[in-house]
């Protein structure tokens, strides 16, 4: 993958990485991150940040590595109650939003959700719907967006998923052929106030560790913190 990000000369963008409802590899995630140029990433649980009240807005974006219920959950007495009144807030500032890999499947029946990824059906086709170990042919579907400006096409071992198509509203900047995943893989949007990209990619460390993908974090964070 060939391009390089713009040395940026800006104070460092804040990003609350939010994860919750799916395991990873914390070393190897936290790695990636730390590998970030110009940005301060914070990982946080999803309790962390719903729990956080007006201080969760002061970062610049909110990234989620998030994969929890299919709606928020309601009247259970705990902290739990808060994910919904906190999350409805997002849009209400200029806050990037950044949603990564199983991200775009959180609260998979919440129609709020939906509209901040911009697939009215979130629901995986087929027997799973999902496939680990592929290997992936990215391709720049749009090369004018500063997400993409000056990248090529690569292929990561990453895990696909097939399910509807970001609807006609959304930009679509990196797309697959692959025949077990959705076409799009890539794609950015505006959700009230805020900027919002959505990366399928990012599974496990063979993603991580990938360069590319890496790269196209870095400057979805950038972008969706009105940086680039």
Do not use: K
């Not at 002061?58 to 590595?65: G, P």
């Amino acid at each position: 993958m060939a391009g390089t990000t713009a040395e940026l000369g800006q104070e460092d963008v804040t990003v609350a990485v939010i994860t919750g409802g799916h395991p990873y590899d914390v070393r190897g995630f936290t790695h990636m991150f730390r590998r970030i140029r110009a940005a301060d990433c914070y990982i946080h649980h999803l309790e962390d940040f719903v729990c956080a009240g007006a201080q969760a807005q002061e970062y610049d974006v909110a990234l989620f590595y998030t994969m929890p219920e299919p709606q928020p959950p309601r009247n259970t007495g705990g902290w739990e109650d808060r994910i919904q009144p906190a999350l409805e807030e997002l849009g209400t500032t200029e806050q990037g939003i950044f949603l990564l890999h199983h991200a775009i499947l959180t609260y998979w029946d919440w129609p709020f959700w939906s509209d901040i990824v911009g697939i009215r059906q979130r629901h995986l086709w087929g027997e799973h719907g999902y496939h680990h170990d592929q290997e992936i042919r990215v391709r720049i579907s749009d090369q004018d967006h500063p997400i993409t400006r000056g990248l090529t096409d690569w292929t990561i071992t990453d895990e696909t998923y097939e399910m509807d198509e970001p609807a006609a509203d959304n930009r679509i900047l990196l797309t697959t052929d692959h025949p077990q995943s959705m076409t799009a893989i890539g794609w950015t949007r505006t959700f009230r106030q805020s900027r919002v990209f959505c990366l399928g990619l990012g599974h496990d460390n063979q993603a991580y560790a990938d360069d590319g993908l890496r790269q196209v974090i870095e400057r979805g964070i950038q972008w969706c913190a009105r940086r680039i």
